[in-house]
C-alpha cells in the first residue's frame, strides 16, 4: 500500500484531500489541515511514497524535498504569477482564464518541473473559483497517483512573480475610485471576500466600511 501526505490549511485542499481518499481506499492518506497539527517529525514517521503540499504557504526544508517525492498545486499558469496571493494578483490585473498547475517541487519559489496544468475561469466569488480549483485539482492528481506522470521544465525567461498582498493592500482608496473603472473596483471586491481580508474604504468618522459584495452596470 502506497503512503501519502497530504499538508494544508486552506479548505479547497481539503476537499482535494478528502476526495482522493474516498475514490482511493487502497491508499494509505494522512491528512493534515492545519499549520497548529503539523509537526516536522510525522513526516518521518509517516514516511510517505509522496507528499502533496496544496495550497501550504510556508518553506518546506530542503531535506525533505530531497527525500520525498513533494508536489505542490498552485492556481496560475506558471511560469506566471509565481508567488504569493495568486489569485487575487491574476484577477486585478484582469485575467479571465487562470490554471491549476501541478508541479514537482524544487528548491526555488514556484519553479518546478511542471507535471499537470488545467486551465479555469476566474469569473465569479471566490467560492466559485474555489469550487473549479478543487474539482480540477482532484481530476489532476487522482491521475497523477493513478497513472503516473511525465516532467515538463518551465521555461524560465516568461516566468513572472508577484508577493503577497498584505492587509492594508484590501483598501479601496480615493485615488482608486477616482481614477478606476467600476471593473477592476469590482474586481477588487470580489476577490477579497471570506477567506481572505475583505475589501473595504475608510470613513470619516475613522471607522472601515468592508464591502463584501458588487456589481455594475455598462
Not at 490585473?93 to 488545467?118: C, P
Not at 466559485?128 to 503516473?148: E, H, N, P, V, W
Not at 511525465?150 to 513572472?160: G, V
Amino acid at each position: 500500500m502506497k503512503k501519502i501526505l497530504c499538508v494544508t490549511y486552506r479548505s479547497w485542499a481539503t476537499n482535494i484531500y478528502n476526495s482522493l481518499s474516498e475514490a482511493l481506499p487502497d491508499y494509505d492518506f494522512k491528512i493534515i489541515n492545519t499549520k497548529e497539527d503539523f509537526e516536522l517529525s510525522m513526516v518521518y514517521d509517516f514516511n510517505p511514497d509522496l507528499i502533496l503540499w496544496y495550497g501550504w504557504s510556508w518553506i518546506v526544508p530542503d531535506e525533505i524535498i530531497d527525500k520525498y517525492i513533494s508536489l505542490c498545486l498552485h492556481p496560475s499558469p506558471l511560469p506566471k504569477y509565481r508567488g504569493g496571493s495568486p489569485i487575487q494578483n491574476q484577477i486585478i490585473n484582469g485575467e479571465k482564464i487562470s490554471a491549476v498547475t501541478v508541479f514537482k517541487m524544487g528548491k526555488g519559489l514556484d519553479d518546478g518541473d511542471i507535471i499537470s496544468q488545467l486551465p479555469f475561469s476566474l469569473e465569479g466569488d471566490i467560492k466559485d473559483i474555489f469550487k473549479r480549483m478543487s474539482d480540477l485539482g482532484f481530476s489532476a492528481t487522482f491521475d497523477i497517483i493513478t497513472k503516473g506522470y511525465l516532467l515538463k521544465r518551465q521555461d524560465h525567461t516568461k516566468a513572472t512573480a508577484f508577493k503577497r498582498r498584505k492587509l492594508k493592500d484590501s483598501e479601496i482608496t480615493i485615488d482608486e475610485i477616482q481614477t478606476k473603472s467600476a471593473e477592476y473596483l469590482h474586481n477588487k471586491i470580489r476577490m477579497l471576500t471570506d477567506p481572505y481580508p475583505n475589501a473595504y474604504i475608510k470613513c470619516n468618522d475613522g471607522k472601515k466600511l468592508y464591502i463584501t459584495k458588487s456589481h455594475y452596470h455598462d
